[in-house]
């Protein structure tokens, strides 16, 4: 980012605290990931006491982002307060509809606005940025619906932008891969299950911990289908005898690399 990039970064964090500011008391969406990361710490340095946050623990996380997410609030003393959600016991959710989304995001904040009222009445805000606005993300009503606001997207902060001033903030997460929920690895129709997410973390597992930290394992039926970024093809390939022994007991019949890529969303409709 040059500087003409970083000063337009700047100015727009600078309106994203006179925005916090305005909100008075407000609780954040926090899931660990690079914007609700960084919207958390602008948030608490500009409202202290009044800036509280909440994280949703359920089986549409891995038990990996839990950790990390956990580690991130004791890290940096944030005040959040832990909600178990279970999520699939949402009929709509388990059924997995195209507007999935939306109907897990509003459970999930519906959750939180009741919780905000029982609390102290603060209002909810949450990490969407300017740049998911050019993905599939029927979530989004949801939040409109709740009232739920979106401080970064207001300000017109970028995903590379919320990444560079989260490296200025000292933010361990400024270069954290996206993640996304569970969910998004079955295609929509599949009907969810807690086995089917607990396989596939457990896939994803393997592959964070043989180096492949940006990677999704796709579930079409009996087939497991990888994306990692193109560069690790070779590598992946001389692997692959301990990559497909591992998935196979998790009950795949077949395992196969994706030619494509790593791609977010890509079981998105086009």
Same mark, same amino acid.
């Given at each position: 980012m040059d500087n003409i990039q970083l000063e337009e970064a700047k100015e727009k964090? %600078?309106? +994203? %605290?006179? *925005? &916090? =500011?305005?909100l008075k008391q407000v609780l954040v969406a926090f899931s660990g990931g690079v914007d609700s990361t960084y919207l958390l710490a602008a948030a608490q340095e500009s409202l202290g006491e009044n800036c509280k946050a909440v994280f949703a623990r359920g089986p549409m996380i891995s038990l990996e982002e839990e950790k990390e997410a956990l580690a991130l %609030?004791? &890290?940096h003393n944030f005040q959040v307060d832990i909600l178990d959600i279970d999520i699939l016991a949402l009929e709509? /959710?388990?059924?997995?509809?195209?507007?999935?989304?939306?109907?897990?995001? =509003?459970?999930?904040?519906?959750? /939180?606005?009741?919780y905000a009222k029982l609390l102290d009445n603060s209002i909810v805000i949450e990490g969407t940025n300017a740049s998911d606005t050019?993905?599939? *993300?029927? #979530?989004? %009503?949801? +939040?409109q619906e709740l009232g739920v606001i979106s401080p970064l997207q207001e300000v017109g902060l970028t995903k590379a932008e919320i990444r560079t001033l989260s490296k200025r903030r000292? &933010?361990?997460t400024w270069n =954290?891969? !996206?993640?996304?929920? +569970?969910?998004s690895r079955i295609p929509y129709g599949d009907s969810i299950t807690i086995d089917l997410l607990q396989r596939i973390e457990q896939a994803e597992a393997l592959l964070h911990e043989k180096g492949y930290i940006e990677c999704r394992v796709r579930v079409h039926g009996e087939i497991a289908r990888i994306e990692i970024p193109i560069e690790y093809f070779s590598r992946l390939v001389q692997e692959h005898t301990e990559i497909t022994t591992h998935l196979l007991k998790l009950g795949f019949r077949f395992v196969t690399l994706d030619l494509m890529g790593?791609? !977010? #969303?890509?079981?998105n409709p086009a």
């Open positions: 964090e %600078i309106q +994203l %605290i006179k *925005r &916090l =500011k305005s %609030i004791e &890290l709509e /959710f388990r059924n997995n509809p195209p507007n999935r989304c939306y109907y897990c995001k =509003k459970r999930l904040f519906q959750t /939180f606005v009741e050019q993905d599939y *993300r029927p #979530g989004r %009503i949801a +939040l000292q &933010l361990s =954290k891969p !996206s993640m996304a929920c +569970l969910a790593l791609r !977010s #969303g890509s079981l």
